[in-house]
């Protein structure tokens, strides 16, 4: 049986394409096989010592948020005023600009709704030495829009 040159062409490109096709599926299960599977690396894809679900985490105890010294805490504002925000004010309006901090800017404060130590150097940071913040500021960076969980 004699083979035309078309087919012989056709039989080697074949024979080619095989022999790749061949070549990469070893490849394929040789980098298979050391990789680890999904589910060996557990929810978290960190390794074999890692937690395989969030019960599996372990536990660590809250820590207390610390206030500060009643001495440290001195409200400049007056009475039922909310702004400019001054150290040592609480509430609604305190906690977004915590969270507008946080969320813009990744800035940690202490998240609690009372301007202190960490709020003021933050703010100081931020909108410079001498800057406040005023109702205007408040707006402009749209801090209303966070959504506080302590003061609903």
């Known amino acids: 049986m004699q083979l035309s040159d078309n087919q012989r062409k056709g039989l ?7 022999a790749l096709g061949l070549v990469a599926l070893g490849i394929y299960k040789l980098v ?9 690396l ?10 395989k679900t969030k019960e599996d985490l372990p536990k660590s105890p809250a820590r207390p948020v610390e206030p ?16 400019p925000l001054n150290f040592g004010q609480k509430g ?13 800017h990744g800035i940690q404060t202490f998240r609690n709704g ?17 800057a406040e913040v005023t109702e ?5 960076h749209r801090m209303s829009d966070y959504k506080t969980y302590q003061y609903k």
């Open 136 to 140: 205007g500021i408040f707006k402009k």
């Open 42 to 51: 557990g929810e978290f894809g960190l390794g074999e010592n890692t937690p």
């Open 12 to 18: 080697i490109v074949t024979g080619i394409v095989l």
């Open 114 to 130: 009372i301007f202190d130590n960490h709020t003021l150097t933050a703010v100081k940071k931020v909108f410079g030495e001498d």
């Open 68 to 83: 500060l010294p009643d001495e440290e805490v001195n409200f400049t504002g007056q009475p039922g005023q909310t702004f």
């Open 32 to 40: 298979k096989k050391n990789t680890n599977k999904p589910e060996e």
């Open 92 to 104: 609604k309006e305190v906690e977004q600009l915590q969270l507008w901090l946080f969320r813009t």
